[in-house]
């Protein structure tokens, strides 16, 4: 199934829209995890950890929203949007994506 963040398909003429459709993925960074990126963040550098984490949250995010694209039946989501955001739990942080779009179905 095809997945853009456009809101048309070159050369393709969409023949029926059917609604939005959206997918979520919270992950939860631990403890050691934490410790490591903050030291990471104090001395400079990428945090590998966390990107492997946001990526994968991404990917499920975007499988959520094709899963629940095939249920109703069209072919592609357009329009997708992705937010990312921090969920501080006060003793642990959480990693959240959504993926949103719009279902349609094209020829």
């Known amino acids: 199934m095809l997945v853009t963040t456009t809101p048309n398909l070159e050369g393709k003429k969409i023949v029926e829209y059917f609604g939005i459709v959206s997918g979520e993925a919270i992950i939860g960074a631990n403890i050691f995890k934490d410790f490591l990126a ?27 929203i094709q899963i629940a694209a095939q249920e109703l039946g069209g072919n592609t989501v357009v329009g997708v949007d992705l937010d990312y955001e921090t969920i ?15 279902e349609v179905r094209y020829q």
């Open 38 to 64: 903050g030291i990471r963040d104090i001395v400079g550098g990428r945090s590998a950890t966390y990107e492997r984490e946001l990526r994968k949250a991404k990917m499920m995010a975007l499988e959520e």
């Open 88 to 102: 501080n739990t006060g003793s642990t942080n959480m990693l959240m994506v959504t993926a949103s779009g719009t």
